[in-house]
């Protein structure tokens, strides 16, 4: 399957979330940047509320792109620590990007919240939706932060996931929703014919009319 745009692959995945449309004890959290465009979509077809969660990749050294964990605002964070053995990446290093992602997700949270509150999911059905997972780091880091927030119900919902990072993550969450998962998962990017980096800007605009 291939997603004209992240709105297009949004309005698709409403369609396999239906069974949450009106229901006031839920609401939709798109992990940002990219999973916010995708979430907006989700949240007005169900008629949900819409919020956002900041997760930050934590890279390997010398290759960024390798995800070695995740962590969120909160400093919730995952690590996967067989790759962390597996290429001897030390203690030192780890806390020192850990420190600086958490730094850098309570900036860019202060900054697309505005004059929002914080996030309290007490008592809630949260649907976290991202435009794909590859490592699924980032979702399990998320997971893992809603849970301690008070989520009642943790619910994934993306339009392509990698296999084994589905299996991974279902340890942490409900209910998994997604339109897409195939062995000859190379990238998130491959099953887009536009994927654009979404800007700080965009997040802030959808932020501000939601």
């Known amino acids: 399957m291939i997603f004209k745009n992240r709105k297009q692959a949004g309005q698709k995945l409403a369609g396999i979330l239906e069974g949450y449309e009106q229901d006031k004890t839920a609401i939709v959290l798109g992990l940002a940047r990219g999973g916010v465009v995708t979430a907006e ?23 960024e792109e390798f995800a070695l964990g995740a962590v969120t605002q909160t ?5 996967d620590d067989r ?3 597996y290429y001897g990446i030390d203690k030192e290093y780890i806390e020192q990007e850990q420190a600086k992602a958490i730094a850098l997700a309570q900036e860019k949270n202060s900054l697309y919240r505005g004059d929002r509150s914080e996030l309290d999911l007490t008592g809630k059905k949260t649907i976290l939706v991202d435009d794909g997972l590859a490592t699924g780091a980032s979702m399990i880091a998320a997971a893992k932060c809603v849970k301690e927030l008070g989520a009642q119900k943790i ?19 409900d209910e998994i929703k997604v339109l ?6 190379l990238s998130v990017g491959q099953f887009y014919r536009k994927f654009d980096q979404v800007t700080d800007k965009q997040v802030q605009e959808i932020m501000k009319t939601n």
């Open 180 to 185: 897409e998962s195939t062995n000859l998962f």
């Open 41 to 63: 979509v989700v949240a007005k077809r169900l008629g949900l509320a819409l919020d956002l969660l900041v997760v930050k990749k934590i890279g390997a050294p010398g290759n």
């Open 75 to 79: 400093g919730t964070g995952f690590f």
């Open 83 to 85: 790759i962390i053995d």
């Open 155 to 173: 619910i994934i919902a993306t339009p392509v996931a990698a296999p084994d990072s589905l299996e991974k993550i279902r340890q942490y969450i």
